[in-house]
């Protein structure tokens, strides 16, 4: 008792340092389930949740320690709303709604996911096989889904040679190869009987649904019928399907005795960082897995469950069935020494919902809750790992009232072994992310270590470096990039417009640049790299050199990369004189020098590009008369492109304040221009 009364001092005491527009709101949540969205100071919603009860997951933000992720979300919020539901099902569907349509910053978002491909049989009365990734109810029969497009369309091809369905788009006027070869009926010329269709369509159907052995053991019948008769190139075709069925078909890894459709979850967490691992069972048969990896900011299984609730809402071909791991599992997996232990002593039986099964997992896991406590843990202990089963429960329930499927949270068996498997897979993924971070990191840094040993450098952490670009001299641009131990630093990258060069001079241009960075450097009291390197040979090495010692008066090592006739990384060059440095090609320094040389060439491109369109859209608009660079700049913003103005009717111009008779000559002068560009040269 007294430590509820310390802790509920030290939220008080928490809530105080609040901001009074957010205390007031937290003082007026209701004890009720709900969605809240979090904004930031522009008004932007950046995080939404669901909750059981909105008046203590709420205030759970302001009140409490918290990791560094979730402090960053915390120390950006500055307003929040609230919707109340009438029970936990409505406040998953409306997280889920809300997350895509406002794409939050920091909730898990499918984003970067593919839709996965599916076989489907179409609904039209002369039906057809294809693959595709989007499901929806237009009439078809859907199967899958398939771990990849190749699988997808290795089993698609197989059923084309095994049942005559059409094959074109649109029904073309004759016949074609597919009707020769025995793959398609030709309905485009033959009548072809319903009964038919819907014949291959089930036999399609229990093929895709597990039935392939029977259709195995009928070419099998029919081979042997051939080579007894001497048909031998028709048994070969026979042969050929078989072992066709048995490579797409039976490349499977583990098996279950019944033959359900399920997807089997499991999730790790570690340094702010989860992994969701789905495993793919049909027909009983583990057929793939897929993993996704993302930074989360709440709760570890209430994010996973987020992530479930969003992954069926982009996915509505459903499985017979969905195993998900326990919330006990969330603290498991964050160390990774215990995951895979079976959680709980007396706890066995699955959770569902959805009979008597269900209802016997809930009065176990009850009963575990009550015996632990008893058994030497204290009341809070037993009260918090109650609430947590009772949060689980809650959840999925929820999920498996919307999606209308069974959903099991297994305790022991066949299937929590599955469960466990997809939680070490997770595991693993996620330890793996981590490993390959640190071997970069570690070859990053060794690469720069070794290169301040070949360059008689002390250290070598921070290292700038320049490329010019132009075309004939024109559009002169510069930038530089910056690498910190041996990686891209792209918030301090910078872009040079040249002002003081005329023509192709890439020594004065070099000058010039050099001087404008390491001015603003001495001026600002930025840091000074360790190294710079410039893009060519002695000449702009020298000309760096002497700017920046004769002009500036600082001593910073200063290298060339020099390329070779394919425009690649030849040689290194450093010195006063300089001189080559004799760096072995296939040495981590120098694969680190050329990606530096990559980036900062890419850079400048890219800026020049930029440039170059941004100058000849301006020509273009200059010279049309009575277009200055206010009204050019009003065009552009408003259109976005010389492409939309010439696009554009005399109407459009209208809210820019320009009369008919000027646009009507802005329009005249770009299609001018676009028909001249179009002339094909004449010959010589």
């Known amino acids: 008792m007294a430590q509820k009364e310390s802790a509920g001092r030290s939220a008080a005491g928490e809530l105080r340092r609040v901001p009074e527009p957010i205390r007031s709101k937290l003082a007026l949540l209701p004890d009720k389930p709900g969605c809240y969205l979090m904004k930031n100071a522009d008004g932007q919603i950046i995080y939404v949740g669901k909750a059981k009860v909105l008046k203590n997951r709420v205030r759970s933000y302001f009140t409490g320690s918290h990791n560094?992720?979730?402090?960053?979300?915390?120390?950006?919020?500055?307003?929040?709303?609230?919707?109340?539901?009438?029970?936990?099902?409505?406040?998953?569907?409306?997280?889920?709604?809300?997350?895509?349509?406002?794409?939050?910053?920091?909730?898990?978002?499918?984003?970067?996911?593919?839709?996965?491909?599916?076989?489907?049989?179409?609904?039209?009365?002369?039906?057809?096989?294809?693959?595709?990734?989007?499901?929806?109810?237009?009439?078809?029969?859907?199967?899958?889904?398939?771990?990849?497009?190749?699988?997808?369309?290795?089993?698609?091809?197989?059923?084309?040679?095994?049942?005559?369905?059409?094959?074109?788009?649109?029904m073309p006027d004759k016949v074609c190869l597919y009707y020769h070869i025995g793959q398609c009926l030709a309905p485009c010329e033959f009548p072809v009987d319903r009964s038919r269709y819907e014949e291959m369509v089930q036999q399609i159907t229990r093929f895709l649904n597990g039935g392939y052995q029977e259709v195995k053991a009928q070419l099998q019948e029919k081979m042997m019928a051939a080579a007894e008769a001497l048909e031998f190139e028709r048994a070969k075709e026979y042969r050929d399907q078989i072992q066709s069925i048995e490579t797409v078909m039976e490349r499977q890894k583990i098996q279950v005795a019944d033959a359900v459709d399920r997807d089997i979850f499991g999730f790790a967490v570690d340094k702010g960082w989860m992994c969701v691992q789905i495993l793919y069972m049909r027909q009983g048969k583990m057929i793939e897995r897929r993993a996704t990896t993302f930074p989360f900011y709440g709760e570890p299984y209430d994010d996973f469950m987020t992530f479930v609730a969003q992954y069926y809402s982009e996915n509505p071909a459903l499985p017979k069935e969905i195993l998900l791991p326990m919330a006990e599992d969330a603290g498991r997996t964050a160390d990774g020494g215990q995951q895979g232990q079976p959680a709980g002593g007396g706890q066995d039986g699955a959770s569902s919902a959805g009979g008597q099964d269900g209802a016997a997992a809930a009065g176990q896991e009850g009963a575990a809750a009550d015996g632990g406590a008893s058994g030497g843990e204290r009341p809070d202990e037993g009260e918090a790992r109650a609430g947590a089963s009772q949060g689980e429960e809650d959840m999925r329930e929820s999920l498996q009232r919307w999606l209308k499927i069974k959903v099991f949270v297994p305790r022991r068996g066949k299937k929590r072994d599955i469960v466990k498997m997809a939680m070490q897979n997770a595991r693993v993924t996620l330890d793996e992310k981590f490993r390959l971070i640190e071997r970069d990191e570690a070859r990053s840094v060794k690469a720069c270590e070794g290169l301040a040993r070949w360059l008689g450098l002390p250290q070598l952490r921070r290292i700038e470096a320049f490329d010019n670009s132009n075309i004939q001299g024109t559009d002169a641009v510069s930038a530089m990039v910056v690498f910190t131990d041996g990686k891209p630093d792209k918030s301090e990258y910078r872009k040079y417009k040249v002002k003081t060069v005329e023509g192709a001079d890439d020594y004065a241009t070099m000058r010039e640049v050099i001087r404008r960075r390491y001015e603003r450097v001495l001026k600002e009291g930025l840091p000074l790299p360790d190294l710079i390197v410039v893009d060519g040979g002695r000449g702009q090495i020298s000309a760096a050199l002497d700017v920046l010692e004769n002009e500036l008066g600082l001593n910073v090592p200063v290298c060339g990369l020099v390329k070779d006739a394919k425009h690649r990384t030849a040689q290194l060059m450093t010195g006063d004189p300089p001189e080559i440095v004799p760096l072995p090609r296939d040495s981590q320094e120098f694969y680190l020098l050329q990606r530096i040389q990559d980036e900062v060439h890419r850079f400048a491109i890219s800026f020049h590009r930029n440039v170059r369109a941004k100058s000849m859209v301006a020509s273009q608009l200059d010279a049309i008369p009575g277009i200055g660079e206010k009204r050019r700049k009003a065009l552009l913003r408003h259109f976005g492109s010389i492409k939309k103005i010439r696009e554009a009717s005399i109407e459009d111009f209208r809210p820019l304040g320009i009369g008919e008779k000027l646009a009507a000559k802005i329009l005249e002068a770009l299609r001018e221009d676009d028909a001249r560009q179009a002339e094909p040269e004449p010959a010589e």
């Open 68 to 170: 560094i992720k979730t402090q960053r979300l915390v120390s950006e919020i500055r307003d929040f709303e609230y919707i109340v539901t009438s029970n936990n099902m409505e406040a998953l569907i409306l997280e889920c709604n809300l997350i895509k349509q406002y794409h939050p910053r920091y909730n898990v978002l499918l984003k970067d996911d593919k839709t996965f491909p599916y076989i489907k049989i179409t609904g039209d009365a002369h039906p057809r096989l294809e693959v595709t990734r989007r499901v929806v109810k237009d009439g078809g029969k859907y199967f899958g889904p398939y771990p990849n497009a190749y699988d997808a369309r290795e089993t698609k091809r197989l059923l084309d040679r095994l049942y005559p369905l059409r094959k074109c788009a649109t």
